[in-house]
């Protein structure tokens, strides 16, 4: 079945730093992909739409400068949190839809990157 | 607006009691899409069906089945004979045709199982 992969896994670091997120759909291309943000024991929100070639479409309250994304193929998409809090710390996850004519294909979602910042 | 609730917000269990997970959803869209997704303790999402809203047919997969009901906005999900391997959160989705073919996905807050030895 389809793979996302999703790196790194894990992020620890200081405040103050900017941290890049991968997602790569491995055995398909994607022209869209997603980005969601998961606290502890709450559901998953999305951020924003990536869109291979043009700019991220975000979500109401979300801070384009905070998290800028970058979709520069149509395998890859990356997430980078700028000058990260201790607020930011979060679960990130991405996911791809596979393009397929015929409807709504599920989207597939990476393992998800666990960002703590100190 | 399009919106998904998941009342249960835990359920715990014996093993090999059977399970029903409650999903309802609002949307104004005559074409839409439901799923549902396990999220086990690692994290990762693993999909489980996704349904159309034209497909009424309820569906069996193993010891997993789903009940789609038009008429009451529901999608619940059954684990019949739950394994401790059961033991996620699980969330329904739904997902609408947007002019942009984004299709987006809207989470409900999911609901954490608890399956016990």
């Known amino acids: 079945g389809a793979v996302v992969s999703q790196h790194p896994s894990r992020v620890i670091c200081k405040s103050g730093t900017s941290v890049k997120i991968e997602c790569r759909s491995l055995?398909?291309?994607?022209?869209?992909m997603f980005w969601y943000r998961q606290f502890p024991k709450q559901s998953l929100m999305l951020m924003a739409t990536s869109n291979e070639g043009s700019k991220a479409t975000y979500e109401q309250g979300v801070e384009k400068d905070k998290f800028l994304i970058n979709h520069a193929s149509l395998t890859l998409s990356t997430l980078t949190v700028t000058s990260a809090h201790p607020e930011d710390s979060s679960f990130y996850i991405c996911s791809a839809r596979v393009p397929v004519q015929g409807g709504n294909q599920p989207q597939h979602f990476g393992d998800g990157t666990r960002l703590s910042i100190l | 607006a399009q919106k998904v609730t998941q009342a249960q917000t835990e359920i715990s269990v014996v093993e090999k009691e059977d399970v029903t997970l409650d999903c309802v959803y609002e949307t104004r869209d005559t074409t839409y899409y439901l799923f549902w997704y396990k999220q086990p303790p690692s994290g990762e999402l693993v999909f489980l069906i996704r349904?159309?809203?034209?497909?009424?047919q309820n569906e069996i997969s193993g010891r997993y089945s789903w009940n789609f009901q038009k008429s009451t906005s529901s999608f619940n999900f059954t684990i019949t004979a739950s394994q401790v391997v059961d033991s996620a959160v699980y969330f329904c989705a739904l997902s609408e045709a947007y002019r942009d073919s984004s299709y987006k996905l809207i989470f409900g807050s999911g609901t954490r199982l608890l399956v016990r030895p």
């Open positions: 055995d398909f291309q994607a022209t869209t």
């Open positions: 349904r159309n809203s034209f497909d009424e």
